[in-house]
Every structure is written in C-alpha cells, then in structure tokens.
C-alpha cells in the first residue's frame, strides 16, 4: 500500500526551531516509497496489537516470533492478551505468522516490537533487540523502512541497533534504506488509550527516515505523530514517561509510609489534593510496582547515566522505595496479626490476585510475587488465587482461598475482588485483612470488625 494513499498525511513540527521534515522529503518518501508487506517482529503485547491494527488498515501484515509454542498458538488464533475487539479481528484475520525468519524477505517495512527486559542485576539486556535487529539485517530490502517499538536507552537505536542492520544488509541507512524509533505507549487493559488512540513521537536517522516513519504512522493511527529531532530524543520521551510514573508513585508510597505513622488517610489526602485544579497530579500508594516498563525503564536511565558519568539519585531513590512496598505490606499483615496474638508463621493466608495489575494475566515484574517470597519467608502458609492467572493460583477459587485462611492480603486490584464486601470474608471466618491497593471502603470493614490496613490508610 502507498503510504500517502492510505491516510491524508500532515507532518507536524515540534518546534519551528527544530529540523522538521521538509515537504520535499515527504514527497520524496511517499512517492517513491510504498510501505509493501508489513512484518512485525516480537508478537507479544505490544507486537500483536500493532499487527491487528495494521490489517485493519488495510496493509498487509507478517508476524514473526522465535518463540514457536507461542507462534503455534497464534496461528490457531489463540491469544489471552488482546482486548474483546482485537481477538474478533485476530480471528478474521488472514496474516501469516512464522517463527522462521525467512518470512521477513515478503516484507519492506519491519516493526521491532522485541522485548528490552534487565537482567538479575537491572543491567539491560539488549539480546532480543540484537537478535531481532540481526533477524530483520539479513533479510532487508533496499527501499526498506525499519521502526524500533521496544523501549531502549537514548543512544541504543544508532549506536547498537543501526549497526547490525547496516552490517547484516549491506546497505546504508538514509540512502538504501530508513530507520526510526516510534516508542510504545500502550497500557494493556486501557479501553480508552490503545494502540490505535495513543499519540506517538518519533525520532528517525535523518529527514527521509524522520518523515516515512510519520507517514507509516499516520497511516495506522488515530492520533497525533509527533516529530523529535532525533532517535536519542524519541527513546528519552519513553524513558522520561516512565520514571516520571516511577518517581510519583515511590513519592506517595513513601508518604503512605509516613501517614500510617502518623495514622493520617493517604486516600483522603489525595482526594483532597487533587481538587486543586493545576500542578497536581494524582498517584496511588500500594503494594508494589509491576509490570514490563515502569519498574524497568527507570533502571535503563540510571544506567545509561552511568555509563555518562552521572548518577540519578532520584531515580535510584524511587526504585528502592517501589521495591521495598512487597515487604513493607507483608510486614503491616505481620503487625495486624500480632495485635490478634497471632504469629505470620504458620498463618493461613489467602493472597488474592498475582496479575501485576487489574484484570489482565500479566506476572511480569508483579508484587504478588515478591509478597508471596515475603510470606513463604516468614512461615506463612499461602493459598494464592488469581482469576485472570489459574495456572499460578494453588486455590481454584476465591472461596477455598479464603476457607479456614487467617488473614487474606489483595495484592491486585481485580474487579471480582474490589466488589467483596466484609461478609465475604467473615463468612469464611478471615478476620484480617490487608489491602494492599486499597481498593475496598475501609469504613465497612473496620466497622465490621474486620482488622484492616491499606498502604496509607
Ligand atoms: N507491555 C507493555 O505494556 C508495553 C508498553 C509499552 C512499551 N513496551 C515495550 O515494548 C517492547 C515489547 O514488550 P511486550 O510487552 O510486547 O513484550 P512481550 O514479551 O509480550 O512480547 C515480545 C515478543 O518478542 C518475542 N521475541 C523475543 N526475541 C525475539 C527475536 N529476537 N525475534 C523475534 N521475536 C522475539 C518474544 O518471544 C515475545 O513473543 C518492550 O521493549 C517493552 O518495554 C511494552
């Protein structure tokens, strides 16, 4: 598909000091250029969603995974992670997916939506992006437009990725071929903000990469594309989001702390803040940070500062008090407990959701799990149930869970679980509770008699 023909294109500027895009590059690029096959390599969150959306724009698409178990399950259309809409699309549609490499020759534009996970010591591990840049390298076109989805370092694009692609093809970025960064901002389980309403920066090797890139875009797209002046900038917006998000919630989490201390209501507080109409933001204490990026990303930047000579204390900061909570929960359970003469070793203790976050299957990085290292580490004896999670849960259901358990911790805020009332756990004869994203109204349940603590509150 012409890439122009697919969507009315407008390029925006960032700034009119910028270099932006000329319309003779646009031109240039969307003359000269169709976006041919797309490929999508890496199908996993971020990946697949982008390949739906891309068929129902009419291109058509190629998937590629090295993962073949995960490959054979989605040529059968079968995949847990995608919103109601996406998995009715996925069942129509007619892409081909492949986990040999050879599929990427069909393609002329490739989108790299890889996983950049760190390693035991929070080093990054760049061996996906590698792999899949070496993958995409031997099978690259001239005419070819490459994009980076994965989140990665400033400096990673040009000074690891581009590279091996030039090496692997033989040919020279912004001559033979174009290369740019697009981060992912998605936020799965998010109805509202998905990949086809996200807006996206963009940051490509030089003008024409710069001004392809936004074409592709605009051509998947219902959202603004915004132009950077460069790769580097495109992966320190990713960044900058992240620890953003990381920053804010180890900040209330700190003062949940604090409050509890002080036995003030960090809820109420926030509620209270944020009706001041400008320059607050509301973040929500809990129990730990999960997931892919956020309690990822920040450590790509300490890093990355590192390697320049500079220290990101306030990142470091952030990190240590987010990965602290798992603990700090499991010792306000140990405190509630004693009040009751009950030690944590031998407790029965129902720990409810694993998911790092509401309604989705995702363990990756999840609290639950440090929490439940932290409660096998103190003697308790942990029943674990997660709906969206079965094949982790030791519980089948929400009831055996809790029957005959001591004390039940919500270590994710499900739906099922933020609609339980202090019956459902009295009915059970738990008595102590813990709220580890306080998701339930404490008043009911401190007047029921339940023994209650949230994070703050
Ligand atoms: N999940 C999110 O919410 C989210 C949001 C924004 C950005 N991101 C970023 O997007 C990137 C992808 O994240 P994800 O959540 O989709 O990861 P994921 O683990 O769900 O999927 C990645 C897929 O890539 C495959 N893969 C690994 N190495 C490969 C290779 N060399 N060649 C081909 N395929 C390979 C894996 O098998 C997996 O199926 C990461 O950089 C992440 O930080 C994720």
Known sequence: MDIRSARESRVTALSDAHPTPTEAHVDFAAESVSTGTIAVI???????????LAESRGH??????????????????????LSNE?????????????????????????IICVPTPVNEEHVPD??????????VGRHLKKGALVVIESTVNPGVCESVAL???????????EKDFSFAHCPERVNPGDATWTTRTLPRVIGGAGPTSNARAILLYESLIDASVTPMNSMKEAE???????????????FVNELAMSFDKADIDIMHVIR????????????????????????????????????????????????QINNEMPRY????????????????????????????????????????LAIETELNRGGAQVRKFDPFVPEQSTAHSLEEALSGANAAVIATDHSVFRSLSPKDFLSHGVRVLIDGRNCLPKEEFVASGIAYHGIGR
């Open 329 to 368: 929960t499991v010792n306000r359970l140990e405190q509630l407990l004693r009040r009751k003469n009950m030690p944590l070793k031998g407790a029965a203790v129902a720990l409810l959701g694993l998911a790092y976050k509401r309604d989705v299957p995702d363990l990756r990085e999840s609290p639950a």
């Open 42 to 52: 890496g199908l996993g969150y971020v990946g697949l969603p982008l390949a739906i």
């Open 60 to 81: 058509r698409v190629v998937g590629f995974d090295i993962d073949k178990i995960k490959i054979a399950l989605l040529q059968g259309r079968n995949a847990p992670f």
């Open 236 to 250: 320190a917006v990713k960044m900058v989001e992240n620890a953003f998000r990381d920053i804010n919630i180890a």
């Open 86 to 110: 996406e998995s009715r699309a996925f069942r129509k549609s007619r892409m081909r997916l492949s986990s040999d490499e050879r599929i990427l020759d069909e393609a002329l534009t490739h």
């Open 272 to 319: 209270g803040a944020s009706t001041k109409p400008f320059a607050f933001m509301p973040h929500f204490p809990g129990c730990g940070v999960g997931g892919h990026c956020i309690p990822v990303d920040p450590y790509y930047l300490i890093r990355y500062g590192k390697e320049n000579g500079f220290e990101h204390r306030f990142l470091i900061a952030a990190r």
């Open 163 to 173: 590279p091996i692609l030039e090496r692997e093809s033989g040919l020279v970025c």
């Open 126 to 135: 760049l061996a996906p992006l590698v792999g899949a840049c070496t993958a």
